[in-house]
């Protein structure tokens, strides 16, 4: 299958006029992790990682520009924004202005369909569809790479969810000024050979977390003696991983997916204190991953932080995979994912 760039439908509006745009994104999964960052005002990464974008649960926004509002007006699922997820936006969208050389405030209304504790995140598909549908209103004529380069400053993940299938985020360098170090972190397509994957959702704990993902992660590369290491052995990871893909050795791809997930949330436990995101539920659908191997069935387990599980198969085995993990964690909940499309601006837009 080869590797899918953004759809960029539709005409942006000229620069300086007031515009609209509606733009689509999905959210992804991170088979080589992305954990901890080197620059928290650019969202730089520490390490490069690579993820598959799902078919589930679209974020549908739309940016329309107001001459005459005194502030930015942003609705979440039908409600005003509020507390930290308004501030984002609110700061996403000044970036946004800045490089456009525009003042007008913004109308922003995102629709998400991710359900509230899937196990999936949905800043990814959120801030790709905002920075799809922001830099058309705005007038910017952006590429694929620039645009992944601006979604990543909304949510280091949602660099990814700018491309369809499978997509990789370069981490940069630290060697140079601020904006080479910003030119050099974006993501691109993965070209994959014929593996046809799935990858099944395993939600053990839809509550919220002990600990959040951004302490977790401040916490493990400040105090982990294990997260250098990791760090390394995960470049060699993604490296392995791409060619696994290109040659459509799923197999391999699997192993490599499970040990690098693994091997992150041993740096989390390693941690002073130890955040520790794996419940009794979770070591049980890992054991069922086993014994689906066991059995014949090529079934590959990868976690984000948190307690919730997602097992990587193909999609011939992706029913039988679903139904071993739901009689494994019967009080959780199953979703079949598969890849997913890129993110496109809807036509219309302008």
Partial sequence: MSAERPA????????????WATAVAHPNIALIKYWGKRDEHLILPRVDSLSMTLDLFPTTTR?????????DEVTLNGRPAK???LRRVVAFLDLVRKRAGLTSKAV?????TVPTGAGLASSASGFAALAVAAAAAHGLDLDATALSRLARRGSGSAARSLFGGFAVWHAGTDSGTAEQADLGSYAEPVAVGDIDPALVIAVVDA???TTPSRAAMRRTVETSPLYEPWAVSSGDDLAQMRAALRAGDFETVGEIAERNALGMHATMLAARPAVRYLSPATLTVLDRVLLLREDGVPAYATMDAGPN??????????DRVAEAVRDAAPAGSVLVAREGPGARLLPGSG
Avoid: I, T
């Fill in 83 to 85: 507390g930290e997820k």
């Fill in 108 to 112: 922003v209304a995102s629709e998400n």
């Fill in 63 to 71: 940016v329309r520009l107001d001459h005459e509002a005194g502030h």
């Fill in 8 to 19: 960029l439908l539709g005409r942006a509006p000229d620069r300086g006029s007031a515009g």
């Fill in 207 to 209: 509550g919220p977390k």
């Fill in 309 to 318: 599980v997602k097992v990587l198969c193909r999609r011939a085995d992706a």
